[in-house]
């Protein structure tokens, strides 16, 4: 008896100290009114919006309270079609170079696919062993059957091999479905309990799928469509996201207060990122490698700098739940489907782009040039007090050249260092572009390259608070006579200076 009490007592204790530690690093967490992901719109759609698919340039969302289907422009962030559906549904899937959508719809054991151009029901895909049949308890002898009709819970589309992929959570199997053989069921595999979310990754050709009921992760191959593998990332995985640029996924768990961090490449987890509570969909920015990471029911999304699995930032939702998310590699735009609501939010970098006049260092403080700033989430600050160099940059512009007493924000120019010289504030990380044009760059490169006549190829130096940075040269039409640079700045205020030679 007293083994047994003190077993239970150690139990207790070890679930309490969990708790506390979950509790403090939720609290630890760098939590600020999102930065880098304002909120840029809301798009109603139908009530309780669930799971989000992007097909560039459409997103799909499922809707568990109606069977209807939300069609969205990822350009326009509008509403451009609707799907009306036999009921609701619990994953959807659009295909558009096959013109189709698949749906899988609330506890029916089929797979709804539609003409993408006339919405119409095309075919139902009746998913094998959906109906379960369950032994009842009527009286102490007496046994009846209950049924369950169960269906699909996740969607995924492999390019490589036009398959479609679909979990059923009650059978425990994921269903491969042929697209090019007029969708046809072609396998059946069988995972570890409950398979919850399932995403391919295009590049290794493998689909990966969490079960719920375990600790497992699954690899299966686009090749041969068999497993070759599992890891055990923590209990009751959920969510999945994959940057197919760095081989790595990220798992999300029920019951696991951390993100794993998985390497698809050699099947094994390399890191735990805690977060302090339950996590439920991850996705990841593949061309900045930011994981963006929803949790069950907390009104928060972490932000991972995916370079070092670090966590960056929490953006603060307000009381909004996510019930799904998704990301555009392109625009960077996050999409957030909000529980026990109607609407899509859609959240995004805030963008700046303006004329900065460019001055003298030394004085008489003279008007050069403006060039152009194209800002993700920063700002050009002002080094000095504008009111004592106002007038002159006014006066040195001209009639034809405007610039306003008030500006906060200039460049100077160094034409004895060949530097140009601007500070920047970035509360959250982000991107600056630099369009400079000839009158600029005559004043910076180096005399033996004015000499060649090489103004706009010469090579250029980025220093950030004084350490050599990497940038990204925009290439120009052939007869433009300005240089355009993009540069990444960190969060924090900086001192961006351009110099016209390589540094090594």
Same mark, same amino acid.
């Given at each position: 008896?007293?083994?047994?009490?003190t077993?239970?007592?150690?139990?207790?204790?070890?679930s309490?100290?969990?708790?506390?530690?979950?509790?403090?690093?939720?609290?630890?967490?760098?939590?600020?009114?999102?930065?880098?992901?304002?909120?840029?719109?809301?798009?109603?759609v139908?009530?309780?919006?669930?799971?989000i698919?992007?097909?560039?340039?459409?997103?799909?969302?499922?809707?568990?309270?109606?069977p209807?289907i939300?069609?969205?422009?990822?350009?326009?962030?509008n509403?451009v079609?609707?799907?009306n559906?036999?009921?609701?549904?619990?994953?959807v899937?659009?295909?558009i170079?096959?013109n189709?959508?698949y749906v899988?719809?609330?506890?029916?054991g089929?797979?709804?696919?539609?003409?993408?151009t006339?919405?119409?029901?095309?075919?139902?895909?009746?998913?094998?062993?959906?109906t379960?049949?369950?032994?009842?308890?009527l009286?102490d002898?007496?046994?009846?059957?209950?049924?369950?009709?169960?269906?699909?819970?996740?969607?995924?589309?492999?390019?490589?091999?036009?398959?479609?992929?679909?979990?059923?959570?009650n059978?425990?199997?994921?269903?491969?479905?042929?697209?090019?053989?007029?969708?046809?069921?072609?396998?059946?595999?069988?995972?570890?309990p409950?398979p919850?979310?399932?995403k391919?990754d295009?590049?290794?050709?493998?689909?990966?799928?969490?079960?719920?009921?375990s600790?497992k992760?699954?690899?299966?191959?686009?090749?041969?469509n068999?497993i070759?593998?599992?890891v055990d990332? %923590?209990?009751?995985?959920?969510?999945?996201?994959? &940057?197919n640029? *760095? @081989?790595l996924? /990220?798992?999300?768990? =029920?019951?696991?207060?951390?993100?794993?961090?998985?390497?698809?490449?050699?099947?094994?987890?390399i890191?735990?990122?805690?977060? %302090?509570?339950?996590a439920?969909?991850?996705?990841? &920015?593949?061309? *900045? @490698?930011?994981? /963006?990471?929803?949790? =069950?029911?907390?009104?928060?999304?972490?932000?991972?700098?995916?370079?070092n699995?670090?966590i960056?930032?929490?953006?603060?939702?307000d009381?909004?739940?996510?019930?799904?998310i998704?990301?555009d590699?392109?625009s960077?735009?996050?999409?957030?489907s909000?529980?026990?609501?109607?609407?899509?939010?859609?959240?995004g970098?805030?963008?700046y782009?303006?004329?900065?006049?460019?001055?003298t260092k030394?004085?008489?403080?003279?008007?050069?040039?403006?060039?152009?700033?194209?800002?993700?989430?920063?700002?050009?600050?002002?080094?000095?007090?504008m009111?004592?160099?106002?007038?002159?940059?006014a006066?040195?512009?001209?009639?034809?050249?405007?610039v306003?007493?008030y500006?906060t924000?200039?460049?100077?120019?160094?034409?004895?260092?060949?530097?140009?010289?601007?500070?920047?504030?970035?509360?959250d990380?982000g991107?600056?572009?630099?369009?400079?044009?000839?009158t600029?760059l005559?004043?910076?490169?180096?005399?033996?390259?004015e000499?060649?006549g090489?103004?706009?190829?010469?090579?250029?130096?980025?220093?950030?608070?004084?350490v050599?940075?990497?940038?990204?040269?925009?290439?120009?039409?052939?007869?433009?006579t300005?240089?355009?640079?993009?540069v990444?700045?960190?969060?924090?205020?900086?001192?961006?200076?351009?110099?016209?030679?390589?540094?090594s």
């Amino acid at each position: 008896m007293t083994k047994q009490t003190t077993a239970t007592f150690i139990i207790l204790v070890s679930s309490i100290i969990t708790a506390i530690f979950a509790v403090n690093t939720f609290f630890l967490l760098p939590f600020q009114n999102a930065f880098a992901h304002h909120i840029l719109k809301e798009i109603a759609v139908t009530e309780r919006p669930m799971k989000i698919s992007l097909e560039e340039p459409l997103l799909f969302v499922s809707n568990l309270g109606k069977p209807v289907i939300s069609i969205i422009s990822t350009v326009s962030d509008n509403v451009v079609g609707t799907i009306n559906t036999t009921n609701g549904v619990m994953d959807v899937e659009g295909i558009i170079d096959k013109n189709k959508v698949y749906v899988a719809t609330f506890q029916t054991g089929e797979i709804e696919v539609y003409d993408l151009t006339t919405k119409e029901l095309i075919k139902k895909i009746p998913l094998p062993g959906s109906t379960i049949q369950f032994p009842t308890r009527l009286a102490d002898t007496v046994l009846a059957t209950s049924t369950v009709i169960t269906g699909g819970s996740s969607i995924d589309y492999n390019h490589n091999n036009e398959l479609l992929y679909v979990t059923n959570y009650n059978t425990d199997q994921v269903i491969v479905i042929d697209t090019k053989n007029n969708d046809t069921i072609v396998k059946t595999i069988d995972v570890p309990p409950h398979p919850m979310d399932l995403k391919v990754d295009p590049v290794t050709n493998q689909v990966l799928v969490t079960s719920f009921a375990s600790t497992k992760l699954t690899f299966i191959s686009g090749d041969t469509n068999e497993i070759t593998g599992t890891v055990d990332t %923590g209990i009751s995985p959920w969510g999945i996201g994959i &940057d197919n640029r *760095e @081989h790595l996924a /990220y798992i999300a768990h =029920h019951n696991s207060p951390y993100i794993a961090v998985v390497d698809i490449l050699n099947k094994k987890v390399i890191k735990q990122i805690p977060i %302090g509570f339950e996590a439920q969909s991850v996705v990841v &920015d593949t061309n *900045e @490698h930011k994981v /963006y990471v929803s949790f =069950h029911d907390i009104d928060k999304i972490v932000k991972i700098n995916g370079n070092n699995n670090e966590i960056e930032t929490v953006i603060q939702l307000d009381g909004r739940i996510p019930n799904d998310i998704a990301v555009d590699p392109t625009s960077h735009k996050l999409y957030a489907s909000i529980k026990y609501s109607n609407n899509l939010w859609v959240m995004g970098p805030e963008a700046y782009s303006v004329n900065i006049p460019v001055v003298t260092k030394e004085p008489p403080i003279l008007y050069v040039d403006n060039i152009i700033v194209d800002g993700q989430d920063v700002r050009v600050l002002s080094p000095v007090s504008m009111d004592t160099v106002a007038a002159a940059v006014a006066t040195s512009a001209g009639e034809n050249n405007i610039v306003s007493p008030y500006l906060t924000s200039f460049a100077i120019l160094d034409s004895e260092n060949k530097s140009l010289t601007m500070y920047v504030t970035s509360p959250d990380g982000g991107n600056l572009q630099i369009k400079m044009p000839k009158t600029i760059l005559d004043s910076m490169i180096e005399t033996e390259e004015e000499e060649k006549g090489n103004v706009t190829g010469s090579k250029f130096t980025v220093l950030i608070d004084g350490v050599k940075t990497k940038f990204e040269e925009i290439k120009q039409q052939q007869k433009d006579t300005t240089k355009e640079i993009s540069v990444f700045i960190p969060k924090g205020d900086k001192k961006v200076e351009i110099i016209g030679k390589d540094i090594s």
